[in-house]
């Protein structure tokens, strides 16, 4: 009789947890991403800094022009093409590169995109955007990043974005 609760409580566990959505995002590539010319145009200017880390698994450095775009719910988009710089070792495997980016000012950072052409291949293990009066926002990738396609994350309008305001 024990024998027998015992299966269907295992198979019940088994049958909610299949029919469970999950809120962690891999990411995605994102081909009708545009860069949001008029969110630049007499926008306030604001500091932000973001920490890429670059997985151990990646090539052990890239030569790839790679840039990034990021932003909130309400159209606020912040662009910076070509972070990359060879001559000063950017993107080397199992390393973090700092960079300091000015934009427009956002409400929370809820997705983030990057773009990379080049032969050599980059893998991302995770982003983090520190901005003026919002909450560090974190991407992880940990996947190799497609050539010339924008590929990344969207939180803006997932549960787990909506779970954090």
């Not at 049958?15 to 995605?28: A, E, K, V």
């Not at 983030?112 to 080049?118: E, H």
């Not at 982003?127 to 909450?135: F, I, P, Q, S, W």
Request: aromatic content about 16%.
């Amino acid at each position: 009789m024990m024998r027998a609760v015992c299966l269907v409580v295992l198979f019940a566990l088994i049958s909610i947890s299949s029919q469970s959505r999950s809120i962690i995002q891999t990411p995605h590539p994102n081909p009708n991403f545009k860069i949001n010319s008029t969110a630049h145009q007499n926008a306030q200017t604001c500091p932000f800094t973001v920490e890429i880390t670059t997985s151990c698994y990646s090539t052990p450095f890239t030569r790839d022009e790679i840039s990034i775009s990021f932003g909130d719910a309400y159209g606020n988009q912040v662009y910076a093409p070509r972070i990359d710089d060879p001559s000063t070792r950017t993107f080397e495997r199992c390393s973090s590169d700092t960079f300091e980016i000015y934009g427009p000012c956002t409400y929370q950072i809820c997705y983030l995109d990057l773009y990379r052409s080049g032969y050599d291949g980059w893998m991302p293990e995770r982003v983090d955007v520190y901005g003026y009066n919002t909450r560090p926002a974190s991407f992880y990738f940990n996947v190799w990043i497609p050539a010339n396609v924008w590929y990344g994350l969207d939180y803006c309008y997932s549960y787990s974005y909506a779970a954090t305001k």
